[in-house]
Nanobody, 116 residues
Framework: QVQLVESGGGLVQPGGSLRLSCAAS????????MSWYRQPPGKERELVAR????????NYADSVKGRFTISRDNGKNTVYLQMNSLKPEDTAVYYC?????????WGKGTLVTVSS
């Protein structure tokens, strides 16, 4: 059974940091491009960051460049999102996503709230 389970969300003050984790099981994690998406309240889901299957390539949305870092540990079947200098506009449900060809998997999301 395929599972992507996000964790690490919560309430943080502006300027703070959080580290999200996504634990994968049920598929060959090391063969999949992994991404983090987010969906702010009342808005569309958007791509935040992605990382190649080997971890040697990353891409970021302009809104998070220089603040967020995506990484992965293929030995632990886990992808991470380190989020620094958080802003209120980063408030969203964050989703983990895995893609290989036409196959796509989603996690159920973890809520990040940035507020004082």
């Amino acid at each position: 059974q395929v599972q992507l389970v996000e964790s690490g969300g919560g309430l943080v003050q502006p300027g703070g940091s959080l580290r999200l984790s996504c634990a994968a099981s049920g598929f060959t994690f090391s063969s999949y491009l992994m991404s983090w998406y987010r969906q702010p309240p009342g808005k569309e889901r958007e791509l935040v960051a992605r990382i190649t299957s080997t971890g040697d390539g990353t891409n970021y949305a302009d809104s998070v460049k220089g603040r967020f870092t995506i990484s992965r540990d293929n030995g632990k079947n886990t992808v991470y999102l380190q989020m620094n200098s958080l802003k209120p506009e980063d408030t969203a449900v964050y989703y983990c996503n895995g893609v290989r060809g036409f196959v796509r998997y989603w996690g159920k999301g973890t809520l990040v709230t940035v507020s004082s």
